[in-house]
């Protein structure tokens, strides 16, 4: 069974710097894409990056793209989500995701386990 473990939210005030991490069980995590999502309350889980197997490609929504950075550590079992300018609209339960897909997947439906989720708060 796979786990998949976040950590790093927390609060910070507007335009500030969080790093996420999450960290999986099991032996087959370098064959893997893996993502990141957020949910804000009363909104549907949304795509934030997702990266390929190998970090080879990447994907982001358009608005993250310049301010997170998604990368991943095969040999640590790891995946991290560097976030910087952070502004409120960034303010969500942040979850990662293990997909079975070859390619970066963008919906939620093509991910098969998931974590808990950490809270990032961002303060004006």
């Known amino acids: 069974q796979v786990q998949l473990v976040e950590s790093g939210g927390g609060l910070v005030q507007a335009g500030g710097s969080l790093r996420l991490s999450c960290a999986s069980s099991?032996?087959?995590?370098?064959?893997?894409?893996m993502g990141w999502f957020r949910q804000a309350p009363e909104k549907e889980r949304e795509f934030v990056a997702g990266?390929?197997?190998?970090?080879?490609?990447?994907l982001y929504a358009d608005s993250v793209k310049g301010r997170f950075t998604i990368s991943r550590d095969n040999s640590q079992k790891k995946v991290y989500l560097q976030m910087n300018s952070l502004n409120p609209e960034d303010t969500a339960v942040y979850y990662c995701g293990r997909a079975a897909t070859v390619g970066v997947a963008t919906t939620p439906e093509r991910y098969t386990y998931w974590g808990q989720g950490t809270q990032v708060t961002v303060s004006s």
């Open positions: 099991g032996r087959t995590f370098s064959s893997y894409t």
């Open positions: 990266i390929s197997w190998n970090g080879g490609s990447a």
